[in-house]
């Protein structure tokens, strides 16, 4: 097992799953630095052919995250500042990122810290979570939330919370779809990293096409996208359809086994 165990993000890696841990007292509230060190830490991830699966979790029991560090832009952070590879937060920009990523979240979740939560692709949850997207309060926009949000749950219903900035809680949620699982505190990582195994045992190949094909399709009509997988256009696709993991499954299949995963 390979850990970092100091400075604002905490690593932790078991086979094939990377955990990342945001760790910035009280509130891990999201400065520059931080959000440049969780870029090249998910971009080491997503160029790492051996990590398979990300876990985004934060320390503490109190806040997941409220997003930007308004006392680090008091101090000089610019809101429109360098914010790294990734983005803010590391995961909103970063190109290429064909490997799954499950957000761990516990308690205050708001702001920059659910843009962060949604660029996840499942989101567990504690039965504690509460979650705001306060932006109009302040006079901003929740940027990333305002573009991604409408596409995770009803239209109405994202735009009741940008246009509010009201609370809402795990229980309502988990209603709309916008996450997978609600845990006891005390399960939460447990579970995550239960699912975190079960997405670690799958093909490495389907993942990366699945994540690109959804990527690529938002912006594309349904047969434009439908042609650019079915004529290999997709690079992601194009190397699953001529790897040794298609024709593996179709033999485990044939022999009624397991299959055995290699990713090439």
């Given at each position: 097992?390979?850990?970092?165990?100091?400075?604002?993000?905490?690593?932790?890696?078991?086979?094939?799953?990377?955990?990342?841990?945001?760790?910035?007292?009280?509130?891990?509230?999201i400065?520059?630095?931080?959000?440049?060190?969780?870029?090249?830490?998910?971009?080491?991830?997503?160029?790492?052919?051996?990590?398979?699966?990300?876990?985004?979790?934060?320390?503490?029991?109190?806040?997941?995250?409220?997003?930007?560090?308004?006392?680090?832009a008091?101090?000089?952070?610019?809101?429109?500042?360098?914010?790294?590879?990734?983005?803010?937060?590391?995961?909103q920009?970063?190109?290429?990122?064909?490997?799954?990523?499950?957000?761990?979240?516990?308690?205050?979740?708001c702001?920059g810290?659910?843009?962060?939560?949604?660029?996840?692709?499942?989101?567990?949850?504690?039965?504690?979570?509460?979650?705001?997207?306060?932006?109009?309060?302040?006079?901003?926009?929740?940027?990333?939330?305002?573009?991604?949000?409408?596409?995770?749950?009803?239209?109405?219903?994202?735009?009741?919370?940008?246009?509010?900035?009201r609370?809402?809680?795990?229980?309502?949620?988990?209603?709309?779809?916008?996450?997978?699982?609600?845990?006891?505190?005390?399960?939460?990582?447990?579970?995550t990293?239960?699912?975190?195994?079960?997405?670690?045992?799958?093909?490495?190949?389907?993942?990366?096409?699945?994540?690109?094909?959804?990527?690529?399709?938002?912006?594309?009509?349904?047969?434009?996208?439908?042609?650019?997988?079915?004529?290999?256009?997709?690079?992601?696709?194009?190397?699953?359809?001529?790897?040794?993991?298609?024709?593996?499954?179709?033999?485990?299949?044939?022999?009624?086994?397991?299959?055995?995963?290699?990713?090439?």
């Amino acid at each position: 097992m390979d850990m970092r165990t100091t400075g604002p993000i905490l690593t932790r890696r078991e086979g094939g799953i990377l955990e990342v841990t945001l760790n910035r007292p009280k509130a891990n509230a999201i400065d520059l630095i931080t959000s440049r060190i969780m870029g090249q830490v998910f971009r080491d991830f997503r160029d790492d052919d051996s990590l398979r699966v990300a876990i985004m979790r934060a320390e503490g029991e109190k806040f997941f995250c409220p997003g930007w560090d308004l006392k680090a832009a008091a101090g000089g952070d610019a809101v429109d500042g360098d914010y790294g590879i990734g983005g803010f937060g590391g995961l909103q920009e970063l190109p290429n990122l064909n490997k799954p990523v499950i957000a761990a979240v516990n308690g205050i979740c708001c702001g920059g810290g659910l843009e962060l939560a949604i660029s996840c692709d499942l989101i567990m949850a504690s039965d504690t979570a509460t979650f705001a997207l306060p932006e109009i309060r302040s006079g901003t926009v929740a940027d990333a939330a305002s573009i991604k949000l409408p596409k995770r749950i009803p239209y109405h219903v994202a735009m009741d919370l940008l246009l509010t900035g009201r609370w809402f809680d795990v229980h309502e949620a988990k209603a709309w779809g916008l996450i997978k699982e609600i845990t006891a505190p005390q399960d939460l990582l447990a579970k995550t990293w239960e699912l975190a195994r079960l997405l670690e045992s799958g093909p490495p190949l389907v993942y990366a096409a699945i994540k690109e094909v959804v990527r690529e399709a938002e912006a594309m009509r349904f047969q434009d996208a439908l042609n650019r997988v079915t004529k290999r256009l997709m690079p992601t696709v194009d190397r699953l359809y001529s790897s040794d993991d298609q024709l593996e499954g179709a033999r485990a299949f044939a022999e009624k086994r397991d299959p055995i995963w290699k990713g090439r």
